[in-house]
């Protein structure tokens, strides 16, 4: 819960704020917490720069979880620990996720993909291409096994 309320504090300085010294006092204060309890004490990475829907589940406090700040998750998306949704060898193009996908723990979701709504990745798959709707993506590489 802190990693997201932070992660929401940046989010919110960054698109929200204006610009002048309380933005540059709010992006300092940001910045600090960032460090101090995203990634010291959450071992996480949720960059304010990240579009994140409403109502984003990080249970057991976004313990381990990376995510890009290119990639995009929609409303309702739960994301259990040590999961990444990322870039791959420096490619700026990142995971898209629908709403309400649920991203099982240890999961890897890698490249410019698509994760359609209410997909379900299973604990440590690794995801390289598109899933559609309502599909469950398991395995290594994921391969769909339902829909």
């Known amino acids: 819960m802190c990693a997201y309320v932070v992660y929401r504090f940046g989010n919110e300085t960054i698109y929200g704020c204006g610009h002048g010294p309380l933005r540059r006092l709010r992006w300092a204060v940001y910045r600090v917490l960032d460090v101090l309890v995203v990634r010291i004490m959450a071992h996480a990475q949720l960059p304010a720069r990240t579009r994140v829907g409403a109502r984003l589940g990080l249970p057991h406090d976004a313990n381990g979880v990376v995510i890009s700040q290119e ?20 490619d700026r193009r990142a995971p898209v996720l ?34 559609p709707d309502g599909a469950t993506a398991v395995g290594v590489p994921a391969r769909v096994i339902q829909r």
């Open 71 to 90: 990639a995009v998750i929609g409303d309702d998306c739960v994301i259990y620990q040590q999961a990444t949704i990322g870039t791959v060898n420096g």
């Open 98 to 131: 629908g709403n309400r996908v649920f991203v099982g723990t240890g999961a890897k979701i890698l490249g410019p993909v698509k994760i359609g709504d209410d997909a379900l990745i299973g604990a440590n798959a690794v995801v390289l291409s598109d899933v």
